[in-house]
């Protein structure tokens, strides 16, 4: 069987054409992340994924599912409430606060299991500040010690089901307001800043993480380069310091904020280079095919296995229906109801 490569890419709809059949086959191939467009219901988004899975059973099947304004599947699936309300709605409380967030993530991954993905890029580890217009209410809490002890019992939540967890977006996306969808940010605090607010969390959680995704921004007094395409941050700091031994998976590089690095098939490179496992590239089918072919003969034994340990294997084995229907951690959070 072969293994996964280390390219993510996504599909242009709800089915998969001939061309998209062939680019699954590829060596360079490792996994496919779905969005909104390519899904219509439970039953559609369960089949498709089987689909791409007896194309190639070893491809990393991924979705956003972190609750909130970030939500992929919605029709016949709980609506979760984004991160920063979990402790919000719990008038402040963190015991309380702390088991709606292990229940919020336990009902994520079973429902985003029994669609047939391995795996939802979550949970937002940034720190929650006003002045971003990409994270906001997507981070558990504003102070670094609460989204430690609310992250702690989410991943628990994750890993009592079997599904692996990300943290994104490393080192800190909070405290820039850009949006690297569109913009390139720049973070000039210092290194000491950081560490004290967003890199607390990261180093408390790198042990309890089998995913992280850096973000595409620069921090102009530690590198010239965005987080995702430096050294300094993915091989010096998460790799040796906090001895993170996961997946590093890039953020899209079709963002605006991996531009810096060059055209695509370069910003694969400069992602490779730094230490990524795993580059994504969504909404851009041609350039995904392009660094398919540019990555043809790239081979890392270790990226390979590394990918395959995030891989479920089949550990959900419940319907998508009883879970609906079994009420046990929604109503002993409250959390759904809470919307």
Known sequence: MSKPGPVMLDL????????????????????????????????????LNQQILKIRPTLLLA?????????RLKDGYSILPPLRHIESTANHDMTLASERSYHHARLMA??????????????????CNSSSRVIGERAFHEEPAKIIELAT????????????ATGKHFPGHGFVEGDSHVEMPVDKRSLSEIEQDDLAVFKALANQLEGIMPAHVI????DAVPAGFSNVWIDSILRQQYQFNGVVFSDDLSMKGAEQAGDYNDRADAAIAAGCDMVLVCNTPNE??????????????????????????????????NIRTDRRWIESSKVVSTI
């Open 12 to 47: 242009k709809g709800t089915t998969i054409d001939a061309e998209e059949r062939e680019m699954l086959h590829h060596p360079a191939c490792g996994g496919v992340i779905l969005f909104s467009r390519n899904i219509e219901n439970a039953r559609q988004i369960r089949d």
């Open 63 to 71: 979705v956003d599912q972190e609750g909130g304004r970030v939500q």
């Open 110 to 127: 079973l429902e985003t299991m029994a669609s047939g993905f391995d795996i939802s890029f979550t949970p937002c580890l940034d720190v």
């Open 153 to 164: 019992r989410y991943l628990e939540g994750m890993h009592s089901v079997g599904m692996a």
């Open 219 to 222: 921090y102009s007094a530690i």
């Open 288 to 321: 995904a095919g392009n660094v398919l072919e540019h990555l043809r003969n790239y081979q890392s034994l270790v990226s390979s296995e590394r990918i395959l340990k995030m891989k479920t294997d089949g550990k959900c084995n419940i319907g998508l229906e």
